[in-house]
């Protein structure tokens, strides 16, 4: 059956993955909300959606579309910057509607046990894209971890994550460079990584920052299977020469066990395939969520030690 959706956030970037899955699954959007009007990529995919640059608006729109007309907002897809995310999803339930949210899904854990109430009064779900966890190289990961820890449940392995993704001066203008917004750089361009490697390998059970400044978050993990060394950031300095020689502004890698894992591609229909779960009620929902939360508001609140302990061997691009 066809399912009428809302979209908080259009302008986004994130935005049009969105509004692809929703019109690959056959479903259609009815509103669409964003404070920016920069937001023709919507003709792209539903030009007749109702469009909004005011919350009071959007929100008056999506009740009286149902009393008019006798339908409902069945989702709510939340593409906001972070810090708003806990207060669309409220907005999303409390309409009638499940929401599907971006991530990081909220800033902290105790944010997302406030929804786990709202879910029990109101009967709707959260939903979180935690797309990585459909990645087929990440499944195969899993698929082989589980394997090896049938054989050897006291394996650790070791793990270097290393995500490098190039940001100019705009970055640290807009609300992403503003901590109280998106949470820092580990909540921003890190916290998928982290809910894929507890999904793997266990939640983490000691959490250290050797760096933090507001360009780049690096520290290590002990999960319960793992010990991993991470470096994130958005300092185009910090890609290694080779890469920057091909002309890429990225540098993504996950090491496990010195083995480097392949997953540069397959990532162009993961939020469809994401829309898809969702819509059988096999989506990712707020306890599968909580422990990649839990950890970078951990970081967050870190103070950083330089470099001490294992460290990934990239601080000392920033620490000399």
């Not at 919507?42 to 919350?55: K, T």
Request: proline share 3%; glycine share 8%; net charge negative.
């Amino acid at each position: 059956m066809r399912k009428n959706f809302a979209l908080i956030g259009a302008a986004g970037y994130i935005a049009p993955r969105h509004m692809k899955a929703i019109k690959e699954t056959g479903n259609s959007l009815v509103a669409a909300l964003d404070k920016c009007d920069s937001v023709g990529i919507i003709d792209s995919y539903f030009p007749e959606a109702n469009f909004f640059v005011e919350f009071e608006r959007f929100d008056r729109f999506v009740d009286k579309w149902r009393r008019d007309t006798g339908n409902k907002i069945d989702y709510v897809s939340i593409c906001s910057p972070n810090y708003l995310h806990d207060s669309h999803i409220r907005f999303a339930l409390k309409s009638g509607a499940d929401a599907i949210c971006e991530k990081p899904l909220v800033l902290n854990p105790w944010n997302i046990d406030q929804l786990k109430i709202i879910e029990e009064e109101t009967g709707h779900r959260v939903y979180n894209i935690l797309q990585l966890r459909l990645h087929p190289s990440i499944i195969a990961l899993k698929e082989k971890v589980q394997k090896e820890l049938e054989e050897d449940p006291g394996k650790v392995y070791e793990i270097d994550l290393t995500y490098l993704t190039s940001r100019g001066k705009w970055y640290f203008i807009s609300w992403k460079g503003d901590e109280d917004k998106s949470g820092g750089i580990a909540s921003n361009i890190g916290v998928h990584f982290y809910d894929m490697l507890c999904w793997i390998f266990g939640e983490v059970e000691e959490n250290i920052v050797n760096v933090k400044t507001p360009d780049c978050n690096a520290g290590t993990f002990k999960l319960k299977h793992a010990n991993v060394r991470w470096f994130l950031s958005v300092n185009y300095d910090y890609i290694p020469d080779e890469i920057k020689a091909q002309g890429q502004r990225t540098y993504r890698s996950i090491a496990v066990d010195g083995e480097e894992l392949e997953f540069s591609g397959g990532f162009a229909d993961l939020h469809t395939r994401s829309y898809e779960e969702i819509l059988k009620g096999n989506g990712f929902g707020l306890d599968e969520a909580y422990p990649s939360i839990n950890t970078v508001s951990t970081i967050r609140n870190l103070e950083a030690v330089g470099l001490k302990g294992e460290y990934h061997p990239f601080c000392k691009k920033v620490i000399i």
